[in-house]
Nanobody, 125 residues
Framework: HVQLVESEGGSVLAGGSLRLSCVVS????????MGWFRQAPRKEREGVAG???????NSADSVKGRFTISHDNAKNTLYLQMDNLKPEDTGMYYC????????????????????WGQGTQVTVS
C-alpha cells in the first residue's frame, strides 16, 4: 500500500533555510501528483506547492521565490526547499500524493489528494 514518510522539520531563525523530504513507497505507476501543505495553529490547512512527477510544478503566491518543490524519481522522494523563511511560515507541514492522478494540472488542491504523510513541524522565530 502507498505510504508517505516525511523527514523531521526543525526550528530556524527568520531568514534561514530548511529542506523537507518525503519518501513515497508502494507506488507502481510513475505518474502522479504530489504536493506540500501546511497548517498553522487555529488555521485551515493550506496548499503550498504541487508537482507532477513527469513534469510541472506550481506554488502559492505566499512562497513564490522562496520555496522550491522538486522530486527525485529514482529515489521516489519529494522535496521542499524553503529559503528566506518567515515567522508566518511556521506550522505543521504535510506531503501528499494523488494516486492515481486524473490528469491535468497538478496544483495544491487539498481535496484531490488521497494519501498523506504524518506531518512535520517547522518553526520560524
Amino acid at each position: 500500500h502507498v505510504q508517505l514518510v516525511e523527514s523531521e522539520g526543525g526550528s530556524v531563525l527568520a531568514g534561514g533555510s530548511l529542506r523537507l523530504s518525503c519518501v513515497v513507497s508502494g507506488v507502481i505507476d510513475p505518474s502522479y501528483c504530489m504536493g506540500w501543505f501546511r497548517q498553522a495553529p487555529r488555521k485551515e490547512r493550506e496548499g503550498v506547492a504541487g508537482l507532477y512527477t513527469l513534469g510541472g510544478t506550481n506554488s502559492a503566491d505566499s512562497v513564490k521565490g522562496r520555496f522550491t518543490i522538486s522530486h527525485d524519481n529514482a529515489k521516489n522522494t519529494l522535496y521542499l526547499q524553503m529559503d528566506n523563511l518567515k515567522p508566518e511560515d511556521t506550522g505543521m507541514y504535510y506531503c501528499a500524493a494523488a494516486i492515481p492522478w486524473r490528469g491535468g494540472v497538478c496544483a495544491y488542491i487539498r481535496t484531490e489528494f488521497n494519501y498523506w504523510g504524518q506531518g512535520t513541524q517547522v518553526t520560524v522565530s
